[in-house]
């Protein structure tokens, strides 16, 4: 974490490398462990557990570990697999290094008008320009690039594919989609669900497409035109100690315990605040099972950045109660719960924001940005699900992922997730050559699941107070007890009911007709 307190301090990234490199050795040296374990009869292993006192801190563990049995290959098979890791994450690298090293983005011109680099880091603040004729041109330029490399990116894309599929395979998993869930017990109806239930319900995001036509006071409403801000004027600054008070107050309603230690967050250097020379960008919250769950911010005062400190806080809460409440072997809690306990404090953060401002400036901003985090989250994670899914389908029944191919497709998905009343530009083709989370199969749908479990959540919390606080509580303390299905049942959510998905797409319904409301008047 001193490395990413600043990038230049090459003290800390030696540290950091050689960190990196013990940790690949010990998975090297460590490869028999597994396969020579599950050569025993786990009837012996259960007995032992029995009679050791000891080892019953590692019975989920072993027990969960015996699952695999009929996944594992034999010693030798695994150190073979596991010393050619390196191989198996070039096309990954490849395609790193290709987006954020080799890549010419060409050149665009900025407000000034002056000729300008394109860059990742600077496209973003292009694509959200009150400048049409700017943004059209940086939309255009990003993806004339992207197409200039289309075989590359699918040469490196179906390696990675072909690869998951393979070592699926190999292991006697049904599927990539099936091995990449197996680890959490999830079944893939879970996947379909999401896909399913999103499909059905459009309808909420052609009205937020259609209220962005609307205030941006377009005849016709392109792709480029999607990430320009609703609200013009200037916002509201916040400073830090503004920040504190309202991310407590708006958290107050989880309770006293968790109010107790929000305040040990803010009052005893949890918090790295504001950006600095050398500094990594973006925020987190991270530390180890013996540590404080420390934040990384880079505040500058926004209603976002105000927002970012209740989402992280949320991780560090979550993470503070797993490893007080856990031995090591059970703190963890894995991805697919990862995203709830931050998504629900930026939820309850939004909704207090919305109920005890007098502004419509900034209740529109809010509103604003609650929908965004919908369509971006919910709908356009699930686009990507989708996208993955096929590519992986495809890999499955012998056919070759040619950059023609995968973009036609996305193209497709793009037109249906955008609906017919957006023009949906041609170069939108190659967006996903963008997308480094392809790389690792199956990630993205969490996101769109995190968000709408958080939203049910919240929803209980309003309807059924203290009650239901006290089982949300309980559930962030039982870290990695179990398996995340098992988990979330303590709190009322079937995620294999596709209740939870409907919730928050009415939420986000809520939140268009209030922006309606509220502009409108």
């Excluded at 098979?77 to 060409?106: C, H, I, W, Y």
């Excluded at 377009?218 to 999607?226: K, Q």
């Excluded at 953060?349 to 901003?365: D, G, P, T």
């Amino acid at each position: 974490m001193k490395s990413d307190q600043d990038k230049g301090d090459s003290t800390y990234q030696e540290l950091s490398g050689r960190v990196e490199q013990l940790s690949s050795k010990y998975q090297e040296v460590m490869a028999f462990f597994q396969p020579s374990l599950l050569k025993m009869d786990q009837e012996i292993i259960n007995q032992w557990i029995k009679d050791e006192e000891g080892l019953n801190r590692f019975k989920r563990v072993l027990t969960q570990l015996f699952r695999y049995k009929k996944h594992t290959l034999s010693e030798k098979e695994e150190q073979l697999l596991s010393s050619f890791r390196p191989v198996f994450v070039a096309s990954n690298k490849t395609a790193s290094l290709l987006r954020n090293a080799d890549m010419n983005l060409g050149k665009v011109h900025n407000e000034e008008g002056e000729e300008i680099t394109l860059r990742e880091s600077t496209y973003s603040s292009l694509i959200e320009s009150k400048n049409r004729t700017m943004r059209k041109e940086a939309f255009d330029t990003l993806y004339q690039s992207y197409a200039n490399f289309k075989n590359t990116f699918a040469s490196t894309y179906e390696a990675q594919v072909k690869l998951s599929c393979t070592n699926a395979k190999i292991r006697g998993y049904d599927s990539s989609l099936q091995e990449a869930l197996y680890d959490d017990n999830l079944d893939i109806s879970v996947y379909h669900t999401l896909i399913d239930t999103i499909k059905k319900n459009f309808k909420p995001l052609y009205q937020y497409f259609a209220l962005k036509k609307e205030v941006l006071h377009l005849d016709e409403f392109h792709l480029y035109d999607a990430y320009v801000p609703l609200i013009e004027g200037e916002s509201r600054n916040y400073s830090f100690d503004d920040a504190k008070t309202l991310v407590l107050n708006a958290l107050s309603i989880l309770g006293e315990e968790y109010q107790e230690q929000l305040n040990q967050a803010f009052n005893n250097r949890w918090i790295d605040k504001y950006p600095n020379i050398g500094k990594r960008a973006g925020a987190y919250s991270w530390g180890c099972f013996d540590t404080l769950p420390y934040v990384l911010l880079n505040y500058n005062g926004g209603l976002d950045d105000v927002s970012t400190i209740a989402h992280e806080l949320g991780h560090s809460m979550h993470s503070y109660y797993s490893r007080k409440y856990n031995t090591y072997e059970d703190h963890n809690y894995v991805i697919f719960t990862a995203e709830i306990a931050s998504t629900v404090n930026e939820l309850l953060f939004y909704q207090y924001m919305l109920k005890n401002s007098n502004s419509k400036q900034e209740k529109l901003e809010i509103l604003s940005s609650m929908m965004d985090l919908f369509k971006s989250t919910i709908y356009r994670q699930t686009m990507f699900a989708e996208f993955e899914m096929f590519a992986h389908k495809s890999v499955s029944e012998g056919k070759v992922l040619t950059n023609d191919y995968l973009s036609d497709y996305y193209y497709q998905l793009n037109q249906e997730y955008f609906g017919p009343d957006v023009k949906v530009d041609e170069a939108i083709r190659y967006e996903w050559e963008r997308i480094p989370h392809f790389y690792t199969p199956f990630y993205v749908y969490q996101y769109a699941t995190g968000l709408s479990i958080a939203s049910q959540i919240v929803k209980n919390i309003n309807e059924q107070g203290s009650s239901y606080v006290t089982k949300y509580i309980n559930f962030l303390k039982s870290g990695g007890r179990d398996y995340p299905m098992e988990l979330l049942k303590t709190i009322d959510i079937d995620i294999k009911d596709a209740k939870y998905i409907e919730s928050a797409l009415a939420l986000f319904q809520d939140v268009i007709n209030q922006f309606n409301e509220v502009y409108h008047s």
